[in-house]
């Protein structure tokens, strides 16, 4: 099956400083990818579809320049959080989608930000 | 009134119990739902797909789907310890692309006792 990988797994980081977060899908060239984050029991919420070689398209009450997001080729969406605080603290997931297969997201296996 | 509502549980059920989990929905253009598994500080992996109305089976597990009552079930037949998880629904109105975006429930811990 599809894999997708992010990196790095875990991350703490100091309030005010930047950290970006890689998706990338391993076998697979995906021409739309996905940021969620993920608060403690709470469900899925999408930030933003980036597609390759364009702007992403942010959801609603996420603020675009805090949250900058670069798809700058099929295998690879990098997510940076900039000027970090600890509310930003929580579990990004980034997903890709195979071409054809409109219905189906590949999720990586989530980033953990910590902000102290 | 959320788009998508799902009991956040947690279920414990015996092994071997066959379980049952539900999503309600509000949107009507909803077509596409899905149900992940998500285990701990891990990326949800894709189940069962079903478009509109009907039954999946997929070998211990079967989706259903009533678009009428807005209404989508999973069942798991047999339950494992190893199906232990949080399960969640999706469901998108559109085909994929940039307009596929997914509404997720927010998930039922699933806990099966040996």
């Known amino acids: 099956g599809a894999v997708v990988s992010q990196h790095p797994s875990w991350v703490i980081c100091k309030s005010g400083t930047s950290v970006k977060i890689e998706c990338r899908s391993l076998?697979?060239?995906?021409?739309?990818m996905f940021w969620y984050r993920q608060f403690p029991k709470q469900s899925l919420m999408l930030m933003a579809t980036?597609?390759?070689?364009?702007?992403?398209?942010?959801e609603q009450g996420v603020e675009k320049d805090k949250f900058l997001i670069n798809h700058a080729s099929l295998t690879l969406s990098t997510l940076t959080v900039t000027s970090a605080h600890p509310e930003d603290s929580s579990f990004y997931i980034c997903?890709?989608?195979?071409?054809?297969?409109?219905?189906?997201?590949?999720f990586g296996p989530g980033t953990r930000l910590t902000v102290t | 009134q959320k788009e998508v509502e799902q009991d956040p549980g947690p279920l414990s059920v015996p092994e071997g119990a066959i379980v049952s989990l539900n999503c309600t929905y509000s949107?009507?253009?909803?077509?596409?739902f899905m149900w992940y598994r998500q285990y701990s500080r891990k990326g949800p992996e894709l189940l069962m797909y079903?478009?509109?109305?009907g039954n999946k089976e997929d070998g211990r597990f079967t989706a259903q789907v009533d678009k009428s009552s807005k209404y989508i079930s999973l069942f798991i037949r047999d339950s494992q310890p190893s199906d232990s998880a949080t399960y969640l629904c999706?469901?998108?109105?559109?085909?994929?692309?940039?307009?596929?975006?997914?509404?997720f429930g927010k998930g039922t811990k699933l806990s099966v006792k040996p």
């Open positions: 076998d697979f060239q995906a021409t739309t």
């Open positions: 949107n009507s253009a909803f077509q596409y």
């Open positions: 999706a469901m998108s109105s559109n085909y994929g692309g940039s307009q596929g975006n997914l509404i």
């Open positions: 997903s890709a989608e195979p071409p054809g297969q409109g219905y189906e997201q590949y």
């Open positions: 980036s597609n390759e070689g364009s702007k992403a398209t942010y």
């Open positions: 079903t478009y509109s109305s």
